[in-house]
T-cell receptor, first 117, second 118 residues
Framework: AQTVTQSQPEMSVQEAETVTLSCTYD???????LFWYKQPPSRQMILVIR??????QNATENRFSVNFQKAAKSFSLKISDSQLGDTAMYFC??????????????FGKGTKLTVNP | DTGVSQDPRHKITKRGQNVTFRCDPI?????LYWYRQTLGQGPEFLTY????????KSRLLSDRFSAERPKGSFSTLEIQRTEQGDSAMYLC????????????????FGQGTRLTVV
């Protein structure tokens, strides 16, 4: 079974600075997808960024980028130029990439990020 | 279409009662997923549908839980004989295609139904 571990329950960063959230996972699969989701207080979860395991290039979305280390099974999220609106719970998630396979997301426990003014 | 809608947003019930939650996905989405999130944890998968077919169920979905998606549109999640351990946020998500289909597709989440069993 796949597992996702987020070792930082809480983090804080000053506005405009950079912060990195850690995520490691365990799987025997070679084809899979990794995701970072953001869950603001009392709001729905939204997708921040997605990485296909077969792609060597790290995904980027504006101020958000990942450092995907497949051999180490590590998938960290870097947020640059942090903004107050980035304050939220961040969840790392895994999905099996096999065609016709399970579509369930396996989530970590989350990291609560606070951006301070 | 304003996204995935869940109803009710909050539900307080007495232990032993039955409850039913509803999820309305984004209209053209054929995939619909249910997750449960307890305090301090990430969401845990319960079940998912492709159109009206329920394709996978987690072992978390005990025989007191049942989910349906008649006609492949909205879905309901029913919990019978609720227990205090059922207290959680129940999240629904939908997607146009399988997120692991190789197509750049995304699962959109609703705001959830928070269940409190007293």
């Amino acid at each position: 079974a796949q597992t996702v571990t987020q070792s930082q329950p809480e983090m804080s960063v000053q506005e405009a600075e950079t912060v990195t959230l850690s995520c490691t996972y365990d799987t025997s699969e070679n084809n899979y997808y990794l995701f970072w989701y953001k869950q603001p207080p009392s709001r729905q979860m939204i997708l921040v960024i997605r990485q296909e395991a077969y792609k060597q290039q790290n995904a980027t979305e504006n101020r958000f980028s990942v450092n995907f280390q497949k051999a180490a099974k590590s998938f960290s999220l870097k947020i640059s130029d942090s903004q107050l609106g980035d304050t939220a719970m961040y969840f790392c998630a895994f999905m099996n990439g096999a065609q016709g396979g399970s579509e369930k997301l396996v989530f970590g426990k989350g990291t609560k990020l606070t951006v301070n003014p | 279409d304003t996204g995935v809608s869940q109803d009710p947003r909050h539900k307080i019930t007495k232990r032993g009662q039955n409850v039913t939650f509803r999820c309305d996905p984004i209209s053209e989405h054929n995939r619909l997923y249910w997750y449960r999130q307890t305090l301090g944890q990430g969401p845990e998968f319960l079940t998912y549908f492709q159109n009206e077919a329920q394709l996978e169920k987690s072992r978390l979905l005990s025989d007191r839980f049942s989910a349906e998606r008649p006609k492949g549109s909205f879905s309901t999640l029913e919990i019978q004989r609720t227990e205090q351990g059922d207290s959680a946020m129940y999240l629904c998500a939908s997607s146009l295609d399988a997120p692991n289909s190789g197509v750049d597709t995304e699962a959109f989440f609703g705001q959830g139904t928070r269940l409190t069993v007293v």
